[in-house]
């Protein structure tokens, strides 16, 4: 698929969310002025957002090769399991402050775009590493925390940049992120691992040191039974989503799993790149617009992320889907932090709400 026909397909979804595609006959209309792809026409029963879903997968089939007649998976109704995650891999080398200091240092000044040198100096100085957070060939995966101003009841967000080595404009938003978050005093109180795969991020790959796509190596309920035979049958065994010889196979997939098990994300945020979008698994809420890139939902695949704590775990995750280049309007992020600090709340309290709603019954 060509870039022209990625952005057809971008353009007539958000103009199916913008218009609510009201009817089967606008629909049809929308497909014939964009004659490269083939929507089915076939009227479908049932909500507006059902319809949209069902394109925002005709869109994911079109540049990943997926199957929209996939099921996906319902959301679980019986907790989390992610502590339940194999153990064994914790690796046992220890990183001093200066080291963690010079490794922050010299992959986050490499990302592209402008920023500013003692903000990321601040942030480097300040730097925490969990014990099993070491990538396959024995690099440092650390993270910035920043406490909310609020004394208690503040949301938590969790943020993975560069799970895929190759997607570096995501360490650039990382980057800017972390170095705003250094100089306010946050609503919400926010954890940012910028370079989640390191190793992947020196070779310019998506996938680790292992070749593993760290994305599809989370341990979701149905990785034994579809994630090696979705990669075998609907990606041609495409090395770059290759999910791993079993499910958490990965440090950097282990890494990540304690982070969310330490932390407990009321949401998490992963950013990624180069579809230019924003797709949400969690509770239906309404969401900001950020004129840069519009909500289109994606669903999720076995071994995915949102796989694993949206429909698994109930835990939230907001995917940012960059455009590959963000290098001339990172300050536009802010916003987009901003944003995403905005879901978090409503989020939190549509499922506070929902809460009490049970208690009260
Ligand atoms: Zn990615």
Redesign the pocket.
């Known amino acids: 698929m060509t870039r022209t026909q990625k952005l057809a397909l971008v353009g007539f979804l958000a103009c199916l969310m913008l218009q609510g595609c009201k009817s089967e006959e606008s629909k049809q209309d929308s497909a014939q002025t964009s004659n490269q792809i083939e929507i089915d026409s076939t009227p479908k029963a049932g909500k507006d957002e059902d319809l949209f879903k069902k394109h925002g997968d005709k869109l994911k089939e079109k540049i990943e090769g997926k199957d929209s007649s996939e099921q996906q998976p319902k959301p679980s109704e019986d907790g989390a399991t992610w502590s339940k995650r194999p153990k064994g891999l914790l690796q046992s080398r220890k990183f001093s402050e200066d080291e963690l200091k010079e490794a922050c240092l010299e992959k986050m000044a490499s990302f592209p775009g402008k920023y500013d040198k003692a903000l990321l100096a601040d942030v480097c100085s300040d730097l925490q590493i969990l014990p099993s957070c070491v990538s396959r060939n024995g690099q440092p995966i650390y993270h910035y925390n920043r406490p909310s101003r609020r004394k208690d009841g503040a949301e938590r967000i969790l943020t993975f940049a560069v ?2 080595g ?2 570096i404009a ?1 360490g650039a938003v990382a980057r800017s992120w972390a170095n705003r978050l250094s100089r306010i005093s946050p609503r919400n109180e926010w954890r940012i691992v910028p370079v989640l795969n390191p190793d992947g991020y020196d070779k310019k790959t ?1 996938t680790n040191a292992a070749g593993v796509d760290v ?1 599809r190596n989370y341990p979701s309920k149905d990785w034994d039974e579809f994630a090696l035979k979705w990669w075998k049958e609907k990606k041609k065994e495409d090395p770059r989503r290759y999910p791993g010889p079993k499910a958490a196979s990965e440090p950097e997939t282990i890494c990540s799993m304690d982070h969310i098990e330490e932390f407990k994300p009321d949401m998490i945020i ?4 180069p579809l230019g979008l924003l797709d949400f698994d969690g509770p239906k809420v309404n969401f900001p617009q950020f004129s840069k890139l519009p909500w289109i939902s994606l669903g999720t695949y076995p071994g995915s992320l949102g796989r694993y704590m949206w429909h698994d775990n109930k835990v939230p995750v907001l995917t940012i ?1 960059l455009k590959s280049n963000v290098d001339q309007a990172l300050e536009k992020f802010d916003k987009l932090q901003d944003i995403s600090g905005q879901v978090a709340l409503t989020v939190s309290k549509t499922s506070k709400s929902g809460e009490d709603k049970k208690a009260a019954n």
């Open positions: 799970t895929h190759d997607e995501s998506r994305n992963s950013i990624h790149t889907e």
